[in-house]
């Protein structure tokens, strides 16, 4: 009865919000406007007309760089619901409350105890749980809880960064770079400062050193981090409960996923970062967090601090409209006919199913994210917005006498034009990083090219300091490989090679004219994938300690078919540069004007650096007259049930989810357990595992998605429809008592169990 009432309650919120806002709140201001027109947030869109919920009207808009906040206006932030000093959060310098925040590939993470204890997605472990899966002990169906440290399991191929301190260098990259260079000597000379400058970064003992470019070159800082490689699985939940709806309810509300998972750092016994070890100890972190047993209500001020990937808010409309006609449809086609190919393999061979789990997941993930770009460009009128917005910049120059030329734009527009093999670039990038085999065999022809060099010479990725992670990462691979389903890759990427125009195609790729040619070819992999030795561990040691004089009599014929395409994989890298350089010496004007017309409100794209989002618990109206309440519960993900994936739950889960008493992990206002809620944070691909705090910096959720209408969001942050999905605490702690009964996790992280 209770539970009708609140949505009915929820209900006529919206219906009153139709409303004029100076009605409903006479003495509160109503939508919030800057000056760009982006951050406004119409008053029918608030919810209830309360004091204390305010906060929905402002933008969660912004990804703030830690360096940056200092420029925030603190004094707005606190009337939003801050209650820590922004200098509590991060210092120059000393750093703060963001140290706790850790990144790992593609994901972040965050310390939730003193002995290295982290939470992260289960997507962002879901690799390493999968490369620990074999059929009579498959982790991905049953979930996985250490039940003593020696218990942990080593996370193959996972590595966490613990942020230690940044700073702006980029007068040191420009202070010596040549007038008037061309493109291509322009990247490199860049390339060389930034090595210069980690190289002697490095000398420090046990850090490792970056430098992260803000849009193409607008500013460059040098990162400082730990980089530590023992890292140990603590718990997973199963994948039915981790990944619940699956790929039905991706990118999707309401959604019930417990998607998290726990991870612990280890280092040598003298506290520094050393490979795995019986002897090794768990890793103090600088700071840890709070972890908050109460949760968020609607209206709740927020943060979500972690490393999003890549953004494209300023892109010109010229880019977004490749995006949207070109990149995209074709992103769609290919991940489309290659989640064919791998369902094809695990139909035909059911051992494939768990090496080729990790794959699908991004193949699919990715794929819903195309079709949401597409849809998502179109419905927020992104190109049009743009153009107008470049016309508003172009006014403003001329009126200011700006000194960017008044031709920047149409110059850089001219040179996207011109870049020559756009559909061989993009198949390449995919097949080089998509075949397993092929990939490992790359790693290695690459490698001993690059040992060729003086080690300052070389392409960075590929030094000496890297020759650890490289190792690691060919063997990591081992672990997902399934000969058959790769081979089947393999050949859809040719294929995908025969359709290209002539003028794209490599002179020495011949397609196939006649069933015989293709035969032919078939044959010829079937012969390479059965004598190929580049995913045997044993063989491969040598081969990574190579020439390249050797690798060329090699007989092994992967190598092989990896020498005959390395010309143009070399040939892609030095396009690449040329287009570094020349965004850099096109881009970098129009950017200077961009961030002198916005002034404070500018906030670079995301670049996997460390960023902060504020923000605040709210719904949206993903359609006309629908209303999406920002709680899913307990109770709904029990509704969602059935007999088989990806709505199919454990036993044990059942019977934990029937008990009675559910205090203290229900909200009393939902009378329910809250599993996953909304706000209107500023989010992207990298925020998989950021730590959701409240206003005094306690973590109250694991951020791990967004909604199907926000994707687009990445060229645009929308007020009414840019919504991320996160993890309630509550859920976590829930899972860690009821379902796992890793009661000495909770009291790890500070939490007290209350009795049942």
């Known amino acids: 009865m209770k539970r009708t009432i609140l949505f009915t309650v929820l209900f006529l919120f919206s219906v009153l919000s139709t409303h004029s806002c ?102 962002c472990a879901l690799g390493a749980i999968q490369k620990l899966s074999r059929p009579d002990q498959n982790l991905l169906e049953n979930g996985f809880v250490a039940r003593s440290r020696s218990a942990e399991l080593p996370a193959p191929g996972v590595a966490i960064w613990v942020f230690n301190s940044q700073r702006d260098v980029t007068e040191e990259i420009f202070r010596e770079l040549p007038a008037g260079a061309a493109d291509l000597d322009t990247a490199l000379y860049l390339r060389k400062r930034e090595k210069e400058i980690v190289s002697e970064c490095e000398k420090t003992p046990s850090v490792r050193c970056s430098i992260s470019r803000e849009n193409d070159g607008l500013r460059f800082h040098l990162m400082v981090s730990t980089e530590i490689t023992d890292v140990r699985l603590v ?25 998290f998972a726990l991870l612990r750092a280890w280092v040598g016994p003298d506290g520094k970062p050393a490979p795995h070890d019986p002897n090794n100890i768990p890793f103090t972190p600088p700071r840890h967090l709070t972890v908050s047993t109460t949760g968020p209500a609607v209206g709740d001020f927020i943060m979500v601090a972690g490393t999003p990937y890549r953004t494209s808010r300023y892109r010109t409309a010229r880019e977004v409209r490749e995006a949207h006609e070109w990149f995209y449809p074709h992103r769609e086609t290919l991940f489309s006919r290659w989640i064919s190919v791998l369902e094809r393999a695990n139909e035909q061979f059911p051992e494939a199913r768990i090496p080729n789990a990790t794959a699908l997941r991004r193949l699919s993930n990715g794929l819903i994210n195309a079709r949401g770009m597409i ?90 300091r890297d020759r650890a992670g490289l190792l690691s990462r060919l063997n990591a691979g081992d672990l997902s490989y399934h000969a058959a389903s790769d081979r089947m890759v393999l050949s859809m990427f040719l294929d995908e090679l025969d359709r290209l125009a002539p003028d794209q195609r490599p002179a020495f790729h011949v397609p196939p004219v006649t069933d015989e040619d293709r035969k032919k070819r078939e044959d010829q992999l079937d012969l390479m994938f059965r004598t190929t030795t580049v995913m045997n561990a044993a063989a491969r040691e040598a081969l990574f300690s190579a020439t390249s004089e050797m690798l060329a009599q090699s007989t092994d014929p992967m ?72 709680f899913s519960t307990l109770r709904g993900m029990l509704a969602k049930h059935r007999s088989r994936p990806p709505f199919s739950l454990p036993s044990a889960f059942l019977e934990a989810a029937q008990q009675e008493n559910q205090v203290p992990w229900m909200d009393p206002l939902l009378e329910d357990v809250p599993i996953n809620f909304l706000s209107n944070a500023d989010t992207t691909g990298g925020n998989s595992g950021s730590p959701v705090l409240d206003g005094k910096g306690r973590l109250i959720g694991i951020n791990f998605d967004r909604v199907y209408e ?26 860690l008592d009821r379902f796992a009964q890793a009661f000495d996790l909770l009291t790890e992280m500070g939490v007290r169990r209350t009795e049942k």
């Not at 199963?238 to 790929?247: D, K, R, V």
């Not at 397993?436 to 000496?464: C, I, N």
């Not at 990445?714 to 605490?729: A, H």
Request: proline content about 8%; glycine content about 8%.
């Open 710 to 735: 926000n994707i687009a969001g990445d060229f645009g942050y929308n007020p009414l429809r840019s919504r991320n999905i996160m993890v309630d605490i509550r859920a976590i702690l829930w899972t």
């Open 235 to 259: 718990f997973a939940p199963p994948e039915s409960i981790g990944s619940f709806g699956g790929e039905i309810d991706n990118w999707r509300w309401p959604r019930h996923s417990l998607d």
């Open 559 to 630: 190598i092989q078919f990896v020498l005959a395409w390395f010309p143009q994989l070399q040939d892609l890298e030095k396009r690449q540069l040329v287009t570094e350089g020349a965004l850099l010496r096109l881009r970098r004007p129009w950017m200077q004007a961009t961030v002198a017309f916005r002034g404070r409100l500018f906030y670079p794209d995301a670049n996997a650096s460390p960023r902060v989002s504020f923000a605040t618990v709210t719904g949206y109206s993903p359609e006309d007259g629908t209303w999406n309440v920002p």
């Open 375 to 464: 849809e998502g460009i179109q419905k927020n009128r992104v190109i049009a917005r743009r153009l107008s917005e470049e016309e508003t910049l172009r006014t403003w120059i001329r009126s200011t006498h700006h000194p960017v030329p008044e031709t920047a734009l149409e110059e850089l527009n001219a040179f996207l034009d011109s870049i020559p093999y756009k559909e061989l670039d993009f198949l390449l990038a995919q097949m080089q990083n998509g075949v397993s085999a092929f990939s490992a065999a790359y790693l290695l022809v690459k490698w001993a090219h690059e040992r060729g060099l003086p080690d300052p010479q070389r392409t960075p990725g590929w030094q000496e």
């Open 22 to 123: 100076k009605e409903r709140c006479p003495k509160q201001p109503c939508a919030r406007v800057d000056s760009t027109g982006l951050n406004l947030v119409p008053p029918e869109f608030v919810e209830p007309c309360r004091p204390e919920l305010l906060s929905v009207q402002q933008s969660g808009e912004g990804m703030w760089p830690w360096q940056d906040l200092a420029r925030l206006d603190e004094v707005a932030l606190k009337a939003r619901g801050l209650e820590l000093p922004l200098a509590e959060l991060w210092t120059p310098g000393s750093g703060g409350l963001a140290q706790a925040v850790i990144g790992l590939r593609g994901c972040t993470g965050a310390f939730v105890s003193d002995q290295g204890l982290l939470i992260t997605n289960h997507h």
